[in-house]
């Protein structure tokens, strides 16, 4: 149980368009979702939470307007990428959660700006 | 503000022997203790975890203990094998606010044949 997806594993796109990442808890409902993003040989850092049917709150110098993220179901959230340059290039990956403290973290989406 | 210190960067250890891994928390309110594997190019899997109302887990090759007075958990891994070589990271969360994870730096362990 406590299975984390994320659409797509890997995406290339061009510098100014948009990409969007798909998170979904496939067997439980999460109340909560967590998106984070990882540097090569870097931890991972929290850019910002979501709960289902309200706004995220995002982490100190993440930009919410370049970062959208929308937890539309207990099932669903997406993070869209707006306007990506290359120093967006990263890996992003999500987490859910249905009970206090516990995690359950997605493959991760491999996001790679030209 | 909240900070997961994790030591060392790197450990390099001959199949057998045994691996240790430690990370000191700042956040008192901090009651919950992730480890996690994360191999090249996939996502963190959880390996072991620990609340703050016990002082040590085991799960077959794999301990965890937690000293909150000191404010430091550490991860035991016995037997190693090269299968086991990857990049741990510790969390440490607080049941206050969102229960956000605060990540350490990461160790990665290199098991040699």
């Known amino acids: 149980g406590a299975v984390v997806s994320q659409h797509p594993s890997w995406v290339i796109c061009k510098s100014g368009t948009s990409v969007k990442i798909e998170c979904r808890s496939l067997?439980?409902?999460?109340?909560?979702m967590f998106w984070y993003r990882q540097f090569p040989k870097q931890s991972l850092m929290l850019m910002a939470t979501?709960?289902?049917?309200?706004?995220?709150?995002?982490e100190q110098g993440v930009e919410k307007d370049k970062f959208l993220i929308n937890h539309a179901s207990l099932t669903l959230s997406t993070l869209t990428v707006t306007s990506a340059h290359p120093e967006d290039s990263s890996f992003y990956i999500c987490?859910?959660?249905?009970?206090?403290?516990?995690?359950?973290f997605g493959p991760g989406t491999r996001l790679t700006v030209l | 503000g909240e900070n997961v210190e994790q030591h060392p960067s790197t450990l390099s250890v001959q199949e057998g022997d045994s691996a240790v891994i430690k990370c000191t928390y700042s956040?008192?309110?901090?009651?919950?203790f992730p480890w996690y594997k994360q191999e090249l190019g996939k996502g963190p899997q959880l390996i072991i975890d620990?609340?703050?109302?016990?002082g040590e887990k085991k799960d077959q090759r794999i301990a965890v203990t937690l000293n909150k007075t000191a404010k430091h958990f550490s991860l035991h891994i016995t037997e190693t094998q090269p299968e086991d070589s990857a990049v741990y990271f510790c969390?440490?969360?607080?049941?206050?606010?969102?229960?956000?994870?605060?990540f350490g730096t990461g160790t990665r362990l290199k098991v040699l044949a």
């Open positions: 067997d439980f409902q999460a109340t909560t």
């Open positions: 620990i609340r703050s109302n016990v």
């Open positions: 979501s709960n289902e049917g309200s706004k995220a709150t995002y």
């Open positions: 987490s859910a959660s249905s009970w206090p403290n516990e995690q359950f």
């Open positions: 969390a440490a969360s607080s049941s206050s606010g969102t229960y956000k994870y605060i």
């Open positions: 956040d008192s309110a901090s009651n919950y």
